[in-house]
């Protein structure tokens, strides 16, 4: 095996030309193939706090949805047309996330760990009980997003590469983000909050700077997925903390937190199992999803990525002092 | 608002609504003092917790459709399954993750809720359901204010079961062992404390009277399969608000509770319950963290 530097780029290149290439082979799972790159954005979006700032987090599918509606409500009462609506409304939904994160953050930002996660778990459920009353966004009967212009085929291929466009530019974003003074910053809350305050880090600046980040591309992709499923639940599609909610959680567990890679390849892995696996379930779905989530949790709490670097630290840099061929940095020289 | 006005206009309906409040209150303080107790003794908030009242209320259904009492023979059947079905939980899942990092802990139980939840709903349907003890009712203040005799069984039972445990922690053998483990696990550990079939015990009881307070629940109200994670909500609300191991302050956050829940399902409608329970669970957290944050200096 080459050492991790030398594969990167060409890795790179693969998986570019087989991610612009994808819908055109296997056209007739666009739509599959779109969600992929949600769940992408989903697991990476979740692992900002949840596996780099260790704030677990189980309330983010609240952008999500705040993003659909903002979207489709700029959709319906603006009255501009498909694309310029599409585009002002996604404006609005990444606005409006953004806005939620930073008032909800300066809100409950300041609790730790556990006490965290059980306000935002109750958050994600009150959001979608809240919407599924409210008579402005159509209640508990739901908000019907506009109709494509054009064949359907032609929608899905749009929003699959608007989807791939989102994932990318959130895990360049975080990538740039995590090799800055912001990942050092929010890997020191994640150790020890405490002495990163003490070390004179803002540290509530970054949890809520962090939130924000996460809130900017949920709430760009609720927005578009609001528009490719063309209806939008309260429950179910918004503010769907069973699904969705769950996923993002158990998706970024999965991949494991070492690197960026983690998130990403577990909702590659989680949501391929699922595309080819889970009808044949017939509706034992959600019991298989909680058994998941307690032998990952349980079993597996290191995810693939962190299985991988005990397996192969070469691979993550982390080449231990004074193994043979460390100074080459051959990964298979590595007991 | 006009259900504030109807209110206001009408004292016995608001005496009513704190009465069943109050009556409910207890069912919430009893599962919450199992939270408390599994949180204070293994450091674990038991997600899973609601899912325990839920299935508690099936089996005295399922023991009520069998033909036999649903009060007498019911809510016992009900506290031994789930004390069966939680030392099995224990020895699948929980050992593994007691002495692990906390939120390992919340994720596990969140996906044994998951688990427990989907089951039920797969097994039993989705349907909601109540069992009727057939006790009627008595009408207080010449029929202005009327109270089913089984919410004031269900209440003085979950204050017996409440006062049970706490002599049951106070003087019996496993209790002080219980007791130590929690003050302090290594050192009961070296005094011959058996600290894994302590937090058996303590896993399985608390399932066992959650399951007895599901079982109250299903013949006072219903049950459902999605009923678990308000009940979850509102321990964990009441144990942040009393603290732990103090018995009477989780009484009284509990009654208060159900009446602050009542008033709210009459003035914000059916149909924002739930959001107010979840909710209020939000402003609690925020608050209890606004009050610590003005003890210590912090970085903004």
Redesign the interface.
């Known amino acids: 095996m080459k050492s991790a530097a030398r594969i990167r780029p060409a890795a790179y290149l693969v998986l570019l030309v087989a991610s612009l290439t994808a819908p055109l082979v296997f056209s007739n799972y666009v739509t599959q193939l779109a969600f992929l790159w949600v769940m992408v954005l989903f697991a990476l979006t979740w692992d900002l706090l949840g596996g780099q700032m260790g704030y677990n987090s189980f309330g983010n599918i609240v952008f999500f949805g705040i993003g659909a509606y903002a979207c489709a409500v700029v959709q319906r009462d603006w009255g501009l047309g498909y694309a310029p609506g599409l585009a002002v409304g996604m404006l609005a939904a990444a606005v409006l996330a953004v806005g939620a994160a930073a008032v909800l953050g300066a809100a409950i930002l300041g609790l730790r760990g556990h006490y965290f996660a059980i306000c935002t778990l109750g958050l994600g459920i009150a959001a979608g009980e809240l919407a599924a009353g409210f008579d402005f966004i159509g209640a508990g009967s739901g908000l019907v997003t506009p109709v494509f212009p054009g064949e359907i085929d032609e929608r899905n291929l749009v929003y699959y590469y608007l989807f791939l466009a989102l994932a990318a530019a959130a895990f360049l974003t975080l990538r740039w983000l995590y090799s800055r003074q912001f990942g050092l910053g929010i890997r020191a809350i994640r150790d020890n909050e405490d002495k990163a305050e003490a070390m004179g880090i803002h540290t509530t600046r970054y949890k809520i700077a962090a939130w924000c980040v996460s809130a900017f591309f949920l709430g760009l992709s609720g927005a578009g997925v609001g528009n490719l499923i063309g209806f939008i639940d309260p429950r179910d599609v918004a503010f769907a903390a069973s699904t969705f909610g769950v996923w993002m959680v158990l998706m970024a567990i999965l991949g494991g937190s070492v690197s960026i890679w983690g998130p990403a390849i577990g909702a590659v892995v989680f949501h391929v199992t699922q595309e080819l696996f889970w009808t044949y379930l017939l509706g034992w779905q959600r019991v298989a999803l909680g058994l998941l989530i307690v032998v990952i949790v349980v079993f597996f709490p290191q995810g693939i990525t962190g299985w991988l670097r005990t397996r192969w630290p070469a691979l993550f840099g982390n080449v231990p002092v004074g193994a043979p061929g460390a100074a080459e940095g051959d990964a298979e020289a590595v007991p | 608002m006009d259900s504030i006005g109807i209110l206001l206009s009408a004292p016995w309906l608001m005496l009513q609504l704190a009465v069943d409040g109050v009556l409910i209150g207890a069912l919430f303080a009893l599962a919450a003092y199992g939270m408390a107790l599994v949180w204070g003794v293994m450091n674990i908030?038991n997600?899973a917790q609601g899912e325990f009242v839920m299935l508690g209320g099936f089996v005295t259904l399922f023991v009520a459709q069998a033909g036999y009492h649903p009060l007498l023979l019911g809510v016992p059947a009900s506290a031994v399954a789930l004390f069966v079905l939680g030392w099995i939980i224990y020895r699948l899942?929980i050992f593994?993750?007691v002495d692990g990092d906390?939120?390992?802990s919340?994720?596990?139980t969140?996906?044994?809720?998951?688990?427990?939840?989907?089951?039920a709903?797969?097994l039993f349907g989705a349907d909601v359901r109540t069992v009727s003890a057939d006790l009627g009712s008595v009408a207080l203040f010449g029929g202005n204010l009327v109270v089913g005799w089984i919410k004031v069984i269900a209440f003085f039972a979950a204050l017996l079961l409440g006062a049970g445990l706490f002599l049951f922690l106070k003087f019996s053998r496993l209790g002080q062992a219980i007791r130590a483990t929690s003050q302090n696990s290594r050192a009961a550990r070296i005094l011959g404390v058996d600290t894994d079939r302590v937090y058996a015990a303590t896993y399985a009881i608390n399932a066992a009277i959650c399951g007895a307070a599901g079982g109250l629940v299903v013949m006072t109200w219903f049950t459902h399969p999605f009923l678990g994670?308000p009940y979850t909500?509102r321990s964990?609300m009441i144990v942040?608000v009393a603290g732990l191991g103090n018995l009477m302050a989780v009484l009284w956050a509990g009654l208060g509770l159900g009446i602050a829940e009542n008033y709210a399902g009459f003035i914000l409608?059916a149909?924002?319950q739930?959001?107010f329970?979840?909710?209020l669970?939000?402003v609690i957290?925020?608050w209890?963290?606004?009050r610590l944050?003005r003890r210590r200096m912090?970085?903004?």
């Open positions: 908030i997600i899942i593994r993750i906390l939120f390992i919340i994720l596990a969140f996906g044994i809720s998951i688990l427990l939840q989907q089951l709903n797969q994670l909500v964990f942040v409608g149909e924002f739930a959001a329970i979840f909710l669970l939000v957290l925020v209890r963290n606004h944050a912090v970085l903004k």
